[in-house]
């Protein structure tokens, strides 16, 4: 047992520290996780969180420093040998497959699967202990992104973990269904399993966690309880200076700029969401936020308002039909979008960021001369976006996929803002950012509206659109409901409306 260790502590960090090329992820990483108690981690995006957990996972083992689990060294080889130390973890992004049922995709999650009949049945009688109940034979394409969440939670459950990891658990999921979540991990630490939280939702944070542990360039800065902090003081610990509040002048709106009128649009994937009737107007220096929860027609609206897919006498730019042109031809006529995929469809990987700021700034921002590409104005280009939004990388030939997810974010959003369009559509604009980094990103977006370009902003975080959103709609089941104002709205009527009760909301 190593000296920093308490009798008392499931889990003990003790001086980790991983580095990588040119970067140190973790640096000097100490503190301990107690059985029973919901313990955050908390950092800016690159503060080292992923890399941390990682190493208790078993998936990146550290340079230096040692842990100790339930009193006995803790050195997992890999994800399977952690476990079976009982360590689980729920990712943020999903690992499922759409064709396989639940069952079978919890079967290839765990090491010694059970009989399919025996399984199916503990997966009823957990799911229902648990009180996050889940059909065994139903196929997971069929199923909505908060019963994918419950498919990867239950994975884990069926493995008895003495520690539960959880990276962003709640960012595809309605008010209502977050409230079941933390019923469920208060019923599991009541029964002594410890969770350790990754979250950038601070007031959930507040709500849950007994205890928090803030990391700052790899390393611990600050300890706390986090329900005797407000959500600006935790956010002031992660980034260490005092976090800005996005503002924004109240202006009129304008003319109208974008109109979607009966958009009818198939699904390009079996497992995807049909467009229905879909109807809405924006005006010059307006937000309409569109809430709803993931699987519901977001990508579909997305494609459709790009270019991506066509919708030929649905959708009119300034008076014009846009609904027959592709992506380049909206984007020289000021129609512009983020998609929420950051990597691979907002950014190509393997580019580097001057490559990547080509990709959708060629035309508006003049990157090529008669077929030839202009590398210095390109590179300038990138340079000013990782200036402008404050992206951590070294520089403007580093590979997209060396950054971290919230710089990457910045970076997409930052290219699209500085083109100056008439209509951006972003979806989930600081998904997966942290507090201080949203605030710039949010500020951007409204001060892009303050000048006169019209904004739709596609989100699955409720306290996001009540910010920035003029008006609001909710998509469900690829029905888009009548646009209400945002203001005297509460957080329980947007639910409703997400979940397709849109009349009970208002």
Same mark, same amino acid.
């Given at each position: 047992?190593?000296?920093?260790?308490?009798?008392?502590?499931?889990?003990?960090?003790?001086?980790?520290?991983?580095?990588?090329?040119?970067?140190?992820?973790?640096?000097? @990483?100490?503190?301990?996780?107690?059985?029973?108690?919901?313990?955050?981690?908390?950092?800016?995006?690159?503060?080292?969180?992923?890399?941390?957990?990682?190493?208790?996972?078993?998936?990146?083992?550290?340079?230096?420093?040692?842990?100790?689990?339930?009193?006995?060294?803790?050195?997992?080889?890999?994800?399977?040998?952690?476990? &079976?130390?009982?360590?689980?973890?729920?990712?943020?992004?999903?690992?499922?497959?759409?064709?396989?049922? @639940?069952?079978? *995709?919890?079967?290839?999650?765990?090491?010694?699967?059970?009989?399919?009949?025996?399984?199916?049945?503990?997966?009823?009688?957990?799911?229902?202990?648990?009180?996050?109940?889940?059909?065994?034979?139903?196929?997971?394409?069929?199923?909505?992104?908060?019963?994918?969440?419950?498919?990867?939670?239950?994975?884990?459950?069926?493995?008895?973990?003495?520690?539960?990891?959880?990276?962003?658990?709640?960012?595809?999921?309605?008010?209502?269904?977050?409230?079941? !979540?933390?019923?469920?991990?208060?019923?599991?630490?009541?029964?002594?399993?410890?969770?350790?939280?990754?979250?950038?939702?601070?007031?959930?944070?507040?709500?849950?966690?007994?205890?928090?542990?803030?990391?700052?360039?790899?390393?611990?800065?600050?300890?706390?309880?986090?329900?005797?902090?407000?959500?600006?003081?935790?956010?002031?610990?992660?980034?260490?200076?005092?976090?800005?509040?996005?503002?924004?002048?109240?202006?009129?709106?304008?003319?109208?700029?974008?109109?979607?009128?009966?958009?009818? !649009?198939?699904?390009?994937?079996?497992?995807?969401?049909?467009?229905?009737?879909?109807?809405?107007?924006?005006?010059?220096?307006?937000?309409?936020?569109?809430?709803?929860?993931?699987?519901?027609?977001?990508?579909?609206?997305?494609?459709?308002?790009?270019?991506?897919?066509?919708?030929?006498?649905?959708?009119?730019?300034?008076?014009?039909?846009?609904?027959?042109?592709?992506?380049?031809?909206?984007?020289?006529?000021?129609?512009?979008?983020?998609?929420?995929?950051?990597?691979?469809?907002?950014?190509?990987?393997?580019?580097?960021?001057?490559?990547?700021?080509?990709?959708?700034?060629?035309?508006?921002?003049?990157?090529?001369?008669?077929?030839?590409?202009?590398?210095?104005?390109?590179?300038?280009?990138?340079?000013?976006?990782?200036?402008?939004?404050?992206?951590?990388?070294?520089?403007?030939?580093? &590979?997209?996929?060396?950054?971290?997810?919230?710089?990457?974010?910045?970076?997409?959003?930052?290219?699209?803002?500085?083109?100056?369009?008439?209509?951006?559509?972003? *979806?989930?604009?600081?998904?997966?950012?942290?507090?201080?980094?949203?605030?710039?990103?949010?500020?951007?977006?409204?001060?892009?509206?303050?000048?006169?370009? &019209?904004?739709?902003?596609?989100?699955?975080? !409720?306290?996001?659109?009540?910010?920035?959103?003029?008006?609001?709609?909710?998509?469900?089941?690829?029905?888009?409901?009548?646009?209400?104002?945002?203001?005297?709205?509460?957080?329980?009527?947007?639910?409703?409306?997400?979940?397709?009760?849109?009349?009970?909301?208002?």
């Amino acid at each position: 047992m190593t000296e920093t260790a308490t009798v008392d502590a499931l889990l003990t960090l003790d001086g980790l520290r991983k580095a990588y090329p040119g970067v140190v992820a973790n640096d000097n @990483v100490s503190f301990e996780i107690k059985p029973g108690e919901v313990h955050a981690l908390l950092g800016e995006n690159g503060a080292g969180k992923s890399t941390l957990v990682k190493m208790i996972y078993g998936l990146v083992k550290p340079d230096q420093g040692s842990m100790v689990l339930n009193g006995e060294p803790f050195a997992p080889a890999n994800p399977a040998a952690a476990r &079976a130390s009982g360590v689980a973890m729920v990712f943020q992004h999903f690992s499922l497959f759409d064709a396989l049922n @639940v069952a079978e *995709n919890i079967s290839l999650g765990m090491d010694n699967p059970p009989h399919p009949r025996e399984l199916a049945a503990r997966i009823r009688e957990v799911s229902q202990a648990y009180g996050l109940p889940l059909d065994p034979d139903r196929v997971v394409g069929d199923l909505s992104a908060g019963e994918r969440q419950r498919v990867e939670i239950i994975r884990c459950l069926l493995q008895d973990p003495k520690l539960l990891i959880m990276d962003e658990p709640t960012s595809v999921l309605t008010p209502q269904e977050v409230e079941i !979540l933390f019923h469920t991990l208060r019923k599991l630490t009541a029964e002594g399993t410890a969770i350790l939280y990754i979250s950038h939702k601070l007031e959930e944070i507040r709500a849950l966690c007994e205890h928090a542990t803030i990391l700052r360039h790899g390393q611990v800065v600050d300890t706390c309880d986090p329900r005797e902090e407000s959500a600006r003081d935790l956010a002031e610990m992660m980034v260490g200076s005092t976090l800005h509040v996005p503002s924004r002048e109240t202006v009129e709106p304008g003319e109208v700029v974008l109109v979607v009128d009966k958009l009818d !649009l198939k699904s390009a994937t079996e497992f995807g969401t049909d467009l229905k009737q879909v109807h809405l107007e924006v005006r010059a220096g307006e937000v309409l936020g569109i809430g709803g929860v993931a699987g519901n027609g977001q990508d579909e609206l997305l494609g459709a308002l790009s270019g991506e897919a066509l919708a030929p006498g649905a959708i009119t730019l300034k008076g014009e039909d846009v609904g027959h042109l592709g992506p380049n031809a909206r984007r020289e006529r000021g129609l512009l979008t983020a998609p929420e995929e950051r990597l691979g469809h907002s950014a190509a990987p393997d580019m580097s960021l001057t490559e990547n700021a080509l990709l959708t700034g060629a035309v508006r921002e003049n990157l090529t001369q008669r077929g030839f590409l202009k590398w210095h104005a390109t590179e300038d280009f990138a340079r000013k976006i990782i200036k402008d939004f404050d992206v951590r990388t070294p520089g403007p030939d580093n &590979a997209a996929r060396s950054l971290s997810g919230g710089n990457l974010q910045k970076f997409v959003i930052g290219r699209e803002v500085l083109q100056r369009p008439d209509v951006l559509v972003v *979806n989930q604009p600081t998904w997966g950012v942290d507090a201080s980094a949203a605030a710039d990103i949010r500020q951007a977006l409204l001060d892009l509206a303050h000048h006169g370009a &019209a904004l739709i902003v596609i989100s699955q975080d !409720l306290d996001e659109l009540m910010e920035v959103a003029d008006r609001f709609t909710a998509l469900n089941e690829g029905h888009l409901a009548a646009p209400v104002p945002t203001r005297g709205l509460t957080v329980e009527d947007i639910g409703l409306m997400m979940g397709g009760m849109a009349e009970d909301a208002v």
